[in-house]
């Protein structure tokens, strides 16, 4: 009993780091499938649970205890939070890293290569315009 509060502690915890609310998630219970015989049949075992916010959605059947499948869910369900949540904190990062590499100043070996291949550029289309086009010019 006391390692079950333990759990339940610890999950409150990661909810109220995570700002996830009780009222967000969608919870319900359905019939298991798989091996299980009579408990299978009678019990609504495997836990649906579904958090508003995000739409994320997790089902879980692992045990035949509804108790430990509602908690494995919502570990299930927080990780998945939480890996949402790192992936758009890592996406931001990219993008302010590419943003720094555009916008910082280029060294000046790079520079002139790019004005000597601006200058080449031209003059190869300046000879290749046809001879009215220099006469009136």
């Known amino acids: 009993m006391k390692v079950v509060m333990k759990e339940v502690m610890t999950l409150e915890k990661k909810m109220l780091a995570l700002g996830v609310r009780e009222e967000d998630i969608i919870e319900s219970f359905i ?19 579904k958090h ?11 045990q035949r205890s509804q108790l430990l499948n509602r908690n494995l869910a919502r570990h299930i369900l927080l990780s ?11 996406q931001k990062q990219s993008i302010k890293a590419k943003i720094m590499r555009k916008s910082r100043q280029k060294p ?16 190869k289309k300046s000879k290749r315009k046809k001879i009215r086009e220099i006469e009136v010019a």
């Open 80 to 90: 998945k939070i939480e890996n949402r949540i790192k992936q758009g904190l890592l």
């Open 52 to 62: 508003l916010p995000t739409g994320l959605e997790v089902k879980c059947q692992r």
């Open 31 to 49: 019939r298991s499938s798989g091996p299980g015989g009579q408990n299978v049949n009678k019990s609504s075992t495997c836990v649906y649970l």
């Open 108 to 123: 000046k070996n790079i520079k002139l290569r790019v004005l000597e291949h601006k200058r080449r550029h031209s003059d």
